[in-house]
Every structure is written in structure tokens, then in C-alpha cells.
């Protein structure tokens, strides 16, 4: 069993910056992908960052030069900073990552969110 718990989300104005958190616990044996998605209100699910356990990070393009993500592999925890933020990067963040589970394989596991909402 393995839990994804976000933290970080609030209300901020536009221009401000927010900083999300995502802790994974349980039987976990390693971690490969981790990835932050989100969904704003009445839309889909897209993808914002991606950052593999060795290798080069993903942004989507409305994001690039504003998010970080970055992760913490001794705590199993990734990070996405979020500076200059913009009225339409509101939406429920979700946390995402592949991770290997003792006695058994590589499975995706999702937290539950946290929502971030940008005012003008």
C-alpha cells in the first residue's frame, strides 16, 4: 500500500508564488517517475511537470521558466515551485508517480490533490 499526500496549495494573487509538496509513505521499494498534473475547473486532467529518477525534467510549455520541479529522493518527495503565477494556473494539483512496491511491480499511484487558486 502507498499514499501520495500533497501539501502547499492555497490562495495566492497573481504575480505571487506557491510551493507544493507531495510525500510518498507506504511499502514503497523505489520510485521512478514523478510527475505533477493538474486539472482546473470543468476541464481535463493535463500533465505540468515530469522529473525521471535519472534524467532530464518535462514542462509543459505555459509553464516553462515559471515551475521547478524538483525531488527529494531520500524522503520520497517531490516539489514544485510555482513563481509568477497566473490566474489561469488555477485547478486542483494532483501528485503522480511510478514507484515500485515491495513483491510486486512498477504501478502509478495518484494523490488527492490540493487546490491552487490565483485571483487578479
Known amino acids: 500500500q502507498v499514499q501520495l499526500v500533497e501539501s502547499g496549495g492555497g490562495l495566492v494573487q497573481a504575480g505571487g508564488s506557491l510551493r507544493l509538496s507531495c510525500a510518498a509513505s507506504?511499502?514503497?521499494?523505489?520510485?521512478?517517475?514523478m510527475a505533477w498534473y493538474r486539472q482546473p475547473l470543468g476541464k481535463q486532467r493535463e500533465l505540468v511537470a515530469q522529473i525521471p529518477d535519472t534524467g532530464s525534467t518535462y514542462y509543459r510549455d505555459s509553464v516553462k521558466g515559471r515551475f521547478t520541479i524538483s525531488r527529494d529522493n531520500a524522503k520520497n518527495t517531490v516539489f514544485l515551485q510555482m513563481n509568477s503565477l497566473k490566474p489561469e494556473d488555477t485547478g486542483v494539483y494532483y501528485c503522480?508517480?511510478?514507484?515500485?512496491?515491495?513483491?510486486?511491480?512498477?504501478?502509478?499511484?495518484w494523490g488527492k490533490g490540493t487546490l491552487v487558486t490565483v485571483s487578479t
Open positions: 503522480q508517480a511510478a514507484i515500485r512496491v515491495l513483491l510486486r511491480g512498477l504501478n502509478d499511484y
Open positions: 507506504g511499502s514503497i521499494f523505489s520510485i521512478n517517475t
